[in-house]
């Protein structure tokens, strides 16, 4: 049985690097790629300003969208995002001025300087600079970002099948000895909120050669396998040894954790997909795939009350948290085993703690 250091360790050696939606852009030109009126008003010289002259005679209109026009004296009316006309160096909104017979009088003093309501071409990057790193999750402002760089890209997310294992569980109407198949749920909810969009569900009953079969037909169609049951030590746990027979490589199984000791993980390079055995409790299939195969950005907290454990095992216990005066705190919740599912309800995620620890990481059901 491995440590999770050395199980983070081995995942992180083993797992592909996926684009989870971004991939890296440079800015194909500066941007933005010309000077851009920011309000509607008129441009003019600051020069001519600064003498004193408060009433400029109009020349013309610039609109957003046109090519770059020159002022020759006086000044021009310019629209949001027109390009500011040559010549000119600020603008003054239309609420200080008074335009009739065409001419613009300013009639409200305020303190004005260069480049006022002017956006600087190349002041947000320059050409070929990185807008964005490969690998961020992907979100809206991503695509938009990218758009103006003239890339259009669709979020490149792995395809995942979240595979649920077991005799007892069924979608509804549970009988007496069953109950109903939520571990598959939950996992596709997690990985969805962290990037994983092509998320398909499945499940299998406790048959040795279904599993196989299923895993022959499936597995080279898939990115991730991700398994909830069947790993552990009971005479119906056959997903292990399928494996093996599938020629899966095996980079670990159990783990010195509580929750989640029997994880399993490996890889398949035959068929290029990645093998994932999660515990079949839901608390413990959920920490699992958090606390390794989700990308998530660590955080350390502050515990309010002291952390007892009767083990010499790594720790992940469900805590709530608060934000006081810049730290965060995080309050340990109850919870009797790794079966008791709705304990999580009212937790915001997972520390970590291994017996010892002075500070603890912080993992949350959803990244911040």
Same mark, same amino acid.
């Given at each position: 049985?491995?440590?999770?250091?050395?199980?983070?360790?081995?995942?992180?050696?083993?797992?592909?690097?996926?684009?989870?939606?971004?991939?890296?852009?440079?800015?194909?030109?500066?941007? *933005?790629?010309?000077?851009?009126?920011?309000?509607?008003?008129?441009?003019?010289?600051?020069?001519?300003?600064?003498?004193?002259?408060?009433?400029?005679?109009?020349?013309?209109?610039?609109?957003?969208?046109?090519?770059?026009?020159?002022?020759?004296?006086?000044?021009?009316?310019?629209?949001?995002?027109?390009?500011?006309? @040559?010549?000119?160096?600020?603008?003054?909104?239309?609420?200080?001025?008074?335009?009739?017979?065409?001419?613009?009088?300013?009639?409200?003093?305020?303190?004005?300087?260069?480049?006022? @309501?002017?956006?600087?071409?190349?002041?947000?990057?320059? /050409?070929?600079?990185?807008?964005?790193?490969?690998?961020?999750?992907?979100?809206?402002?991503?695509?938009?970002?990218?758009?103006?760089?003239?890339?259009?890209?669709? @979020?490149?997310?792995?395809?995942?099948?979240?595979?649920?294992?077991?005799?007892?569980?069924?979608?509804?109407?549970?009988?007496?000895?069953?109950?109903?198949? @939520?571990?598959?749920?939950?996992?596709?909810?997690?990985?969805?909120?962290?990037?994983?969009?092509?998320?398909?569900?499945?499940?299998?009953?406790?048959?040795?050669?279904?599993?196989?079969?299923?895993?022959?037909?499936?597995?080279?169609?898939?990115?991730?396998?991700?398994?909830?049951?069947?790993?552990?030590?009971?005479?119906?746990?056959?997903? *292990?040894?399928?494996?093996?027979?599938?020629?899966?490589?095996?980079?670990?199984?159990?783990?010195?954790?509580? *929750?989640?000791?029997?994880?399993?993980?490996?890889?398949?390079?035959?068929?290029?997909?990645?093998?994932?055995?999660?515990?079949?409790?839901?608390?413990?299939?959920?920490?699992?795939?958090?606390?390794?195969?989700?990308?998530?950005?660590?955080?350390?907290?502050?515990?309010?009350?002291?952390?007892?454990? /009767?083990?010499?095992?790594?720790?992940?216990?469900?805590?709530?948290?608060?934000? /006081?005066?810049?730290?965060?705190?995080?309050?340990?919740?109850?919870?009797?085993?790794?079966?008791?599912?709705?304990?999580?309800?009212?937790?915001?995620?997972?520390?970590?703690?291994?017996?010892?620890?002075?500070?603890?990481?912080?993992? *949350?059901?959803?990244?911040?």
């Amino acid at each position: 049985m491995i440590t999770v250091q050395e199980a983070t360790h081995l995942v992180q050696k083993h797992m592909p690097h996926w684009v989870m939606g971004t991939k890296e852009v440079r800015a194909d030109r500066d941007y *933005p790629p010309f000077n851009r009126v920011m309000m509607d008003g008129i441009a003019l010289r600051l020069e001519d300003y600064d003498k004193g002259l408060r009433e400029f005679k109009v020349e013309g209109v610039c609109a957003a969208g046109e090519a770059q026009k020159s002022l020759k004296s006086g000044c021009m009316e310019v629209m949001t995002g027109a390009v500011l006309p @040559s010549g000119c160096d600020f603008v003054i909104q239309y609420e200080h001025l008074k335009i009739e017979n065409g001419s613009a009088k300013i009639i409200v003093e305020v303190p004005r300087a260069k480049f006022d @309501s002017v956006h600087l071409e190349g002041s947000d990057c320059h /050409k070929g600079e990185v807008v964005l790193a490969e690998g961020r999750v992907f979100n809206g402002s991503h695509v938009g970002i990218a758009a103006s760089m003239g890339e259009n890209f669709k @979020s490149s997310s792995p395809k995942v099948m979240v595979i649920s294992t077991g005799d007892e569980l069924v979608e509804a109407d549970p009988l007496p000895h069953q109950i109903r198949r @939520s571990n598959a749920y939950a996992l596709k909810a997690s990985l969805e909120l962290h990037g994983f969009m092509d998320v398909v569900l499945d499940h299998l009953s406790d048959d040795a050669k279904m599993v196989a079969d299923h895993y022959q037909k499936h597995a080279s169609q898939f990115d991730m396998m991700i398994y909830s049951g069947g790993v552990s030590k009971g005479k119906f746990d056959y997903l *292990p040894n399928v494996w093996a027979d599938m020629g899966v490589t095996k980079h670990f199984h159990e783990v010195s954790q509580k *929750p989640g000791k029997p994880l399993w993980f490996g890889t398949d390079d035959k068929r290029n997909t990645v093998v994932i055995g999660l515990p079949g409790n839901p608390v413990s299939s959920l920490v699992c795939l958090h606390r390794y195969f989700l990308p998530s950005r660590k955080i350390n907290v502050r515990v309010q009350s002291e952390i007892q454990v /009767k083990n010499k095992l790594t720790n992940f216990i469900p805590v709530t948290i608060e934000f /006081k005066d810049g730290i965060c705190l995080a309050t340990p919740l109850k919870i009797k085993n790794s079966g008791e599912f709705t304990a999580l309800s009212g937790s915001d995620g997972f520390i970590e703690f291994d017996g010892v620890a002075s500070s603890y990481s912080f993992f *949350p059901w959803r990244n911040f």
